[in-house]
DNA sequence: AAGCTATTTCGATAAATCTAGAATTAAGCC
DNA sequence: GGCTTAATTCTAGATTTATCGAAATAGCTT
């Protein structure tokens, strides 16, 4: 049984690259159905091993799951454990400190 | 000049580790003066040079500060660099899902 | 200054991560 | 079946990270 504190430290860590973490921003901004590995390849212009290696680290870490499509695999953000990680972060980490200012708006406007 | 990927990156590195995590969570609940180096190594059973090198690593990113006090160094939180991460991860994450139910709960029941 | 305590820095080793070319699997199409 | 596209897995090398004992530093206290 992994505890709490270690998944939550495997996602985070998960997130602690830069190209996985531009990665994430691309799949979140995406498409619901999920946005195809050769769009993220093209997009973010790496070799297609090195971005399927980091595709597995955010799936492993339950990021982000796949669906084949024919020949094609989507990746589509999982909102869930995107929400109970900044939940987690939020509540084990920000809370505590005594005066704090309102919580982040959860979705309003992006580019 | 760092990039905010990046930077958010390595934030989310630190803390992509169970011991950190541990760490910053004593930190954020401990005094609001900061958590000498000590009382964190019994509680947490480490060895102190394995501590202080995780501690440097929270430092480096700037999730802690340190301040001397006679010879014991006490770590605090920098809440402000929390927030903007959190906020960070809040926006490029997790907003762009469409129905989103509200955001976590900021400062309420800890344990 | 000598001694004590708190903590870091040094040094060394084992393990994990990152990267990417080459080979492989999976699926559709003629 | 054979060809093509999409993507993964294999393999390997370079780099980084994690761990921790031993040695060094910083600051009291007497």
Chains 1, 2 share one sequence.
Do not use: N
């Not at 430290?9 to 979140?28: F, N, T």
């Not at 995406?30 to 399927?52: K, M, V």
């Not at 024919?70 to 505590?96: E, K, M, S």
């Amino acid at each position: 049984m992994t505890g709490r504190v270690e998944q939550a430290a495997e996602r985070l860590k998960a997130l602690g690259h830069p190209v996985r973490l531009a990665i994430l921003r691309r799949v979140v901004q995406g498409p619901e159905a999920g946005t195809p590995a050769g769009e993220l390849q093209s997009r973010l212009d790496i070799p297609a091993s090195t971005l399927s290696h980091h595709l597995a680290t955010l799936a492993d870490a339950g990021l982000v799951q796949v669906a084949r499509e024919g020949t094609t695999l989507r990746y589509r953000a999982d909102f869930g454990v995107l929400h109970a990680l900044t939940d987690y972060l939020w509540q084990d980490c920000c809370a505590g400190g005594a005066a704090e200012p309102p919580p982040p708006s959860p979705c309003c406007d992006r580019d």
